[in-house]
């Protein structure tokens, strides 16, 4: 499918389906989610722009494909799996901005279901924070999703880059700049957390429903993050290196 004009609204794709959306340099606009994908989605060559809630949204067992010729804005999360499960996202590239909220979000409300599976190739992602209280993250990740960093680079306005409360994160790659003094809450929980932090995994009481304290981790085998040189893994720490005015990751606690 390619767009000939300007989509403003909605667009939602079924399950049964299998689109190659091509935006055409072209723009769908929308108060709420933009596109919903409950089927099989590959989207390129275009800019999408949720002015109150969520640029992409998948549904449960769909398969959406995010090419790097694709710029996402907005108010609140860039990419969301919400509730769904057996979701499959591929991020090969493009500028992903949250205004108020996580760029790459999921939601951690007890429910039985398949992990997600995230995994980012690329991309800028720009995180920030308008409501009062509240500190932006990269990716928040709640549930028992699989998520996999290989590249991209995470812009975090007083915020963290990653925050997981269950499932299992890896960083192979990235960037994480992570700035500012903020201090507040991410999701449901409103105990403060530091912003500037490139990772923080939370398992504090009430832990989230689908934690597990025998799989559940953030693991880091490389990036680049200039950010706060101790941020939480887990129960731990990871260990930095300076080189250049960064910090490497040169162990995972």
């Given at each position: ?115 997600n ?61 992570c ?6 809450g ?44 101790t ?16 910090y ?6």
């Amino acid at each position: 499918v390619t767009l000939l004009e300007g989509v403003t609204g909605q667009v939602v794709i079924p399950a049964e389906k299998k689109i190659t959306l091509d935006l055409n340099g072209k723009q769908i606009t929308h108060s709420g989610t933009a596109i919903i994908n409950n089927g099989t989605l590959i989207v390129k060559n275009g800019t999408v722009v949720s002015t109150g809630h969520c640029g992409i949204g998948v549904g449960s067992n769909s398969v959406t494909t995010i090419e790097s010729s694709v710029t996402i804005t907005a108010q609140e999360n860039a990419v969301i799996t919400s509730t769904s499960t057996g979701a499959v996202i591929t991020i090969n590239g493009g500028t992903f901005t949250s205004i108020d909220n996580a760029v790459i979000a999921g939601n951690g409300s007890a429910r039985n279901g398949e992990p997600n599976t995230i995994t980012i190739n690329g991309g800028t992602f720009n995180g920030g924070i308008t409501s009062a209280g509240y500190i932006a993250c990269g990716i928040y990740a709640p549930w028992k999703d699989i998520i996999t960093v290989n590249g991209g680079t995470f812009n975090i306005t007083n915020g963290i880059g990653v925050v997981a409360r269950a499932g299992q994160t890896t960083i192979n790659g990235g960037t994480f700049i992570c700035t500012g003094s903020a201090k507040g809450g991410v999701g449901d929980k409103h105990f403060d957390m530091d912003a500037a932090q490139a990772l923080y995994f939370d398992a504090s009481d009430p832990a989230y429903p689908a934690y597990n304290s025998e799989t559940d981790y953030i693991k880091v085998t490389g990036g680049t993050f200039s950010s706060d040189p101790t941020a939480y893994v887990a129960e731990g720490y990871i260990a930095y290196q300076k080189d250049d005015g960064t910090y490497q990751v040169v162990n995972n606690a």
